[in-house]
């Protein structure tokens, strides 16, 4: 099945700054979904992309796929405590594969 | 969160015994499936359900069985417990018209000692 390359595995920064995951595939996407887990807690979803270029944006996060549909990125502006937790994409329907997740870490 | 319960929530055991995990749900979803969660591995696909008694296999199916004998259960066994199936095991239900969307359980933390 298709396979998703999720980068960096970790992150710390400071609060306030911003955090960018990169999702990257191979082959073209389907669509691409991100979620978010908070330590301890289990994955939520956050939104969907289906469209080439396709941009969202909720509050301080704003989500991208790729004109070729096989990249994706998660971008949070002005980190805040809020944020910590590792976030995931995911690609495919019925069955999702998911990429390996980006643990982000904010130094209050 | 979908109505997703999972039990138990925390589980240590002996290797080589069998342990059955469940998933409940009250909303008829059709699709379920079970993730085990690893550092560095993200979520992986164990089994899935698309209904009841149709079961397939995912990416990391060895050592366990999966059944759903009713829409709202989906339980997943593992017959002869090993180290390697000390993990997080999640639940997750597709919701009908956003099939590419999944909802997630809170959550099993098994020990197999």
């Known amino acids: 099945g298709q396979q998703v390359m999720q980068i960096p595995q970790y992150q710390h920064v400071q609060e306030g700054e911003d955090f960018t995951t990169y999702c990257n595939s191979s082959?073209?996407?389907?669509?691409i979904q991100w979620y978010k887990q908070r330590p301890g807690g289990h994955p939520v979803f956050l939104i969907q992309l289906v469209k080439s270029g396709e941009v969202k944006k909720q509050k301080r996060l704003t989500f991208q796929f790729g004109e070729a549909k096989k990249n994706s990125s998660l971008h949070i502006t002005a980190t805040q405590t809020t944020d910590v937790g590792t976030y995931f994409c995911g690609q495919g329907a019925q069955k999702l594969v998911f990429g390996q997740g980006t643990r982000l870490t904010i130094n209050p | 969160d979908a109505g997703i319960t999972q039990s138990p929530r925390h589980k240590v055991t002996e290797t080589g015994t069998p342990v059955t995990l469940r998933c409940h749900q009250t909303?008829?979803?059709?699709?379920m499936y079970w993730y085990r969660q690893d550092p560095g591995h993200g979520l992986r696909l164990i089994h899935y359900?698309?209904?009841?008694?149709?079961?397939d296999k995912g990416e990391v199916s060895d050592g366990y069985s999966v059944s759903r004998s009713k829409t709202e259960d989906f339980l997943l066994t593992l017959e002869s417990a090993t180290s390697s199936q000390t993990s997080v095991y999640f639940c997750a239900i597709s919701v009908v018209g956003a099939p590419d969307t999944q909802y997630f359980g809170p959550g099993t933390r098994l020990t197999v000692l």
């Open positions: 082959t073209t996407l389907s669509n």
């Open positions: 359900s698309y209904g009841v008694k149709d079961t």
């Open positions: 909303e008829n979803h059709r699709y």
